[in-house]
């Protein structure tokens, strides 16, 4: 009885290992396309940072408070709706508000944009973590907002961070449509 016991429990903890590791795996494995919302939009290179003007500067301040606006969302693998967000779902769906289709896989939003030095981050940029494995918002201040694990749902955390901070891969800024309706109270 001891011996079918002891396996019994061995089982359940290569399950265990093997379910938690999908999960801290999340955003990062997924590979669907986008979906276009209306117009399919273009993502071009920025303008170089100096050269950005207060227009790009507020389209960036509404990205990151439609971010806010999910803080306390759950975490759901594969999740890009405010039933449950995923990272790169949380990034595709704010972003999808803005007229801007995205896919759901961090790395692959990745390649999109205009490469932003940490120090010269705004909000509404994207950061990328962990070989490309986890991303989110901007917000300004050093913090970010994104959806990492089960039980933490989307929340706000802070690039430097020890965690985030030694993890760092880069960031990114989206060109966002100028008639994407900024003035409008989302």
Partial sequence: M????LKAGIAHS?????????????CAILTKE???????????????????????????ETVAALARRHVGAPYR??????????CSG???YVYAQVGVSLPHNAAKQYQLGTPVPRDSLEPGDLVFFDRLRHNGIYIGDGRFIHARQ????VNIARLD???????????????VPVDAGWDQER
Wanted: glycine share 18%; net charge neutral.
């Fill in 14 to 26: 290569v399950v265990a290992v093997v379910g938690i590791s999908a999960v801290l795996a999340g």
């Fill in 150 to 153: 089960p039980g933490r749902g």
């Fill in 161 to 175: 961070d020890a965690w985030y901070a030694s993890h760092w891969v880069g960031g990114r800024r989206l060109e």
């Fill in 2 to 5: 001891d011996d079918r016991n």
């Fill in 77 to 86: 693998w594969g999740g890009s709706s405010p039933s449950g967000f995923d």
């Fill in 90 to 92: 949380l990034v595709r």
């Fill in 34 to 60: 986008p979906v276009p919302i209306g117009e399919p939009p273009s993502i071009a290179k920025q303008p170089p940072i100096g050269d950005r003007s207060s227009g790009d500067s507020s389209r960036g």
